[in-house]
């Protein structure tokens, strides 16, 4: 009992005869021994051994050589280092090479892609060409194709250009894709064939969205001023978009927040084919699988 | 005097030499020289303090280079190399420093 009511004494006081060490904090005890205690204990040595010998005589000769290997040690260390240095930088250079090298490939792949395409177009047409069958389901592929944007396709139209107000300080003043949405819907109703967003081809799968503050067709962010082409009846198309739905949205866009829209009739353009159509399903003529 | 002349041809001989540092011994040699900077000032600072003893400075020298190899090579295998290192060069480096500042104090009474 007596023993347990001492024992916060002791903690709360230091042991006298504790090594230093013990006592001392870690840094304070680095720095007072940062010199190695065996200079002061063997010096102490021989000064009391000076009185019986005399003093050994000076042999610098094993600091001297110690100290050489200390100088090989730095230079070794230092020539390592840069070496490694100049390594790394050899094999950034080495990644960059090939990352060009790539590239090159990459394009020389795409070129291939593009020749071997345009070659099974024309073996299509020729072998086509060859048959009655073959001639109307030729033409029925070149209807088919138009609508859904799988080859480029010409023709007359109108071209409706809309823009941003001028210096539009809110999103309201700002094309937004929604509004865009409106505009191509529009097309369609009016009897668009084929429609295009800044030469995107508009198909079944083509989404118009937001993406970061960009309008992205087909995943293709867009810059404004925005051209959004249709072939279809150049006579009609214009008059009947300004009294459709989605028209007059854009009239309403226009007069009261200052947003450009514009149409233009044109008597021949171009659209692109879609950048990119997969196959889903197919199936042979007739019926059969 | 003759020391520092050592000191010279050694690195002059490793920069004419070059040796091919073996790969397993290249993460433990910056360690090391940092040790062996820490032997080099300590021994420094017992000269001027007049208690230099060469064979203290051998085996110190020896050990410490030794030692800290050993550490991190322990760190390595036990997957605490970086911060082991860490470690020894904080020691070191803190050893250095009031090394240093004693040999200061001797060379510039300030």
Not at chain 1, 143 to 162: D, F, K, M, N, Y
Not at chain 1, 260 to 270: C, L
Request: glycine fraction near 8%; hydrophobic fraction near 50%; proline fraction near 5%.
């Amino acid at each position: 009992m007596a023993v347990d009511q001492r024992r916060p004494e002791q903690a709360a006081r230091p042991v006298p005869d504790a090594p230093p060490q013990a006592v001392r904090g870690l840094l304070e005890h680095l720095t007072s021994t940062s010199l190695d205690e065996d200079y002061a204990h063997v010096s102490r040595r021989r000064a009391a051994a000076a009185d019986a010998q005399p003093s050994r005589p000076d042999r610098p000769g094993r600091a001297t050589a110690v100290l050489a290997v200390f100088g090989v040690l730095v230079a070794t260390a230092a020539v390592q280092t840069s070496r490694d240095a100049d390594a790394s930088a050899t094999s950034r250079e080495a990644l960059v090479d090939q990352a060009n090298a790539r590239k090159t490939q990459l394009a020389q792949r795409r070129t291939r892609v593009q020749a071997l395409q345009s070659e099974i177009a024309a073996l299509e047409a020729s072998g086509l060409e060859a048959t009655t069958d073959g001639r109307a389901a030729q033409q029925q592929l070149t209807r088919l194709g138009v609508l859904a944007g799988s080859r480029p396709t010409e023709g007359a139209g109108i071209r409706v250009l809309v823009d941003d107000a001028p210096d539009a300080p809110s999103f309201r003043q700002q094309v937004q894709a929604p509004d865009l949405q409106k505009l191509v819907n529009a097309l369609w109703l009016v009897g668009a064939e084929a429609v295009a967003v800044n030469g995107q081809r508009v198909t079944s799968l083509t989404s118009i969205r937001d993406a970061a503050g960009a309008i992205t067709v087909n995943f293709v962010s867009l810059r404004r001023p925005y051209t959004v082409a249709a072939i279809g009846n150049p006579t009609t198309m214009g008059g009947r978009l300004l009294d459709s739905a989605g028209g007059q949205t854009w009239v309403t866009l226009q007069s009261t927040f200052g947003l450009g829209f514009e149409v233009e009739t044109v008597e021949s353009m171009v659209l692109p084919a879609a950048r990119r159509l997969d196959l889903r399903a197919a199936r042979a003529p007739g019926g059969r699988r | 005097m003759i020391a520092v002349l050592g000191l010279v041809l050694g690195v002059a001989l490793g920069l004419l030499l070059q040796p091919a540092v073996p790969v397993w011994l290249d993460p433990y040699l910056p360690i090391a020289v940092v040790a062996a900077l820490d032997a080099v000032f300590g021994a420094l600072r017992a000269f001027l303090d007049g208690i230099f003893d060469d064979k203290v400075f051998v085996v110190s020298f020896v050990s410490n280079v030794l030692i800290a190899a050993l550490i991190v090579y322990l760190g390595d295998q036990l997957g605490v190399g970086g911060q082991l290192s860490t470690g020894v060069i904080v020691v070191l480096g803190i050893r250095i420093f009031s090394n240093v500042a004693a040999i200061r104090r001797h060379l510039l009474h300030a």
